[in-house]
Nanobody, 128 residues
Framework: QVQLMESGGGLVQAGNSLKLSCVVS????????MGWFRQAPGKEREYVAY????????AYADSVKGRFTISRDNAKNTVYLQMNNLRPEDTAVYYC?????????????????????WGQGTQVIVSE
């Protein structure tokens, strides 16, 4: 049974930072790629970031590029999302997801149907 557990969300003022964590249990974490997605109130869930199994290849949505950094620690079965210079439009529930594949080609990384397991999400609220 694969389980993903996010943490680190909270209320923060615009311009500040937060670091999200996602611990994965139940499978060989280092064999599979990971992603972060988010869902803002009244909107559909959207892609945020991708990382390959070794952490050497990352990708980002244009809306977060240059402000967010995805990383992973395979020894701790954990993927992170460092979020800097947060904006009110970053307010959302953030989800981590695991795809049971060693890599995803660029055209597939943002597709939610390519990810097999999802966490319950952690709320991030960015105030003015």
């Amino acid at each position: 049974q694969v389980q993903l557990m996010e943490s680190g969300g909270g209320l923060v003022q615009a311009g500040n930072s937060l670091k999200l964590s996602c611990v994965v249990s139940g499978r060989d974490f280092s064999d599979f790629v990971m992603g972060w997605f988010r869902q803002a109130p009244g909107k559909e869930r959207e892609y945020v970031a991708y990382i390959n199994r070794r952490g050497e290849d990352t990708a980002y949505a244009d809306s977060v590029k240059g402000r967010f950094t995805i990383s992973r620690d395979n020894a701790k079965n954990t993927v992170y999302l460092q979020m800097n210079n947060l904006r009110p439009e970053d307010t959302a529930v953030y989800y981590c997801a695991q795809s049971l594949t060693p890599l995803l080609l660029p055209q597939f990384r943002a597709r939610q149907d390519k990810y097999d397991y999802w966490g319950q999400g952690t709320q991030v609220i960015v105030s003015e």
